[in-house]
């Protein structure tokens, strides 16, 4: 090798290593790839509905889909205590932050994965990967909050300033949901088992969170563990906002789930910044 050439050669080197001290994520880098991240999250959402002859329909026909048919099994033949609401009023207001946690999660969990291509051929933060799935996530978050405003017309549902409260509520559920994505999409890079794992965790958190029944419905003996789960604080929180005072989140229980989110988003983001170096080569 010509020795004149080597600095040359040696500046075009970039080498990944896990970001030193307190603060596990360097935002600065993130901010300069921005349009990347906006790029990722627009491709997530083209791609999905890519071929489709209904395109962002399916958005609305998911949530709504499933309202009907919880509202029949759940509602009209197990007949369901809903608070004096309409039981497809308190069922849609816990699908609507639920499915967007569950697939949020899912594509985030997966999106390294999908990504192997990019990952092995170019350099750039990884953390923008599950971070633009999220955000693709939020598109069809804000799809489902039409018919959320079309049903609470539809039912007579009074419009309160706690809906101004929603905005906290759906924030805890993107925090949860790039948290698990942040140590999940990380460990299936290494363990694929986690692919075939998201799914079941999926079924099964549909039923221990209050999504087709009321947290009162928990005995008070395990209410305080079993809203542990923050997805428990998000769902009451949305029908405490849209439904009122009867929903109101058990709030010993949501602030540590709050705090179990925070504790997550941080140990994953340490997480995800110590073990990227190796994606290229595992992936």
Not at 64 to 83: E, H, N, Y
Not at 179 to 200: C, E, H, I, Q, T
Request: glycine letters at 6%; proline letters at 6%.
């Amino acid at each position: 090798m010509n020795t004149a050439e080597t600095p040359s050669i040696l500046a075009s080197e970039r080498v990944i290593r896990p970001r030193h001290g307190l603060v596990a994520v360097d935002f600065g880098e993130l901010w300069r790839y921005r349009e990347l991240f906006v790029f990722l999250a627009w491709r997530d959402i083209l791609v999905r509905y890519k071929q489709t002859y209904i395109g962002f329909a399916w958005a609305l026909l998911q949530p709504l889909m499933m309202t009907v048919v919880s509202t029949f099994v759940f509602g009209r033949i197990a007949k369901m205590p809903s608070g004096n609401v309409p039981y497809s009023m308190m069922i849609y207001t816990a699908l609507l932050p639920w499915l967007f946690f569950a697939n949020t999660m899912t594509r985030s969990s997966n999106s390294l994965v999908t990504s192997a291509n990019m990952i092995s051929k170019v350099y750039f933060p990884r953390l923008i990967i599950p971070a633009s799935a999220v955000l693709g996530g939020v598109v069809d978050f804000g799809v489902g909050l039409l018919i959320l405003a079309a049903m609470m017309m539809i039912f007579h549902i009074q419009v309160t300033l706690m809906l101004l409260l929603l905005p906290l509520f759906f924030l805890m559920a993107l925090l949860a949901a790039f948290s698990m994505g942040l140590w999940l999409s990380a460990l299936n890079v290494k363990y694929r088992d986690v692919g075939y794992l998201v799914p079941f965790m999926v079924q099964i958190g549909a039923y221990v969170s209050p999504v087709f029944y009321m947290t009162g419905m928990v005995p008070e003996k395990w209410r305080f563990w079993y809203t542990l789960n923050p997805l428990c604080g998000v769902i009451d929180g949305f029908r405490w906002c849209v439904l009122g005072p009867a929903f109101e989140p058990y709030w010993p229980g949501f602030f540590a789930g709050l705090t179990l989110v925070l504790v997550l988003l941080v140990t994953g983001a340490i997480h995800f910044r110590s073990t990227e170096k190796t994606f290229a080569d595992v992936i």
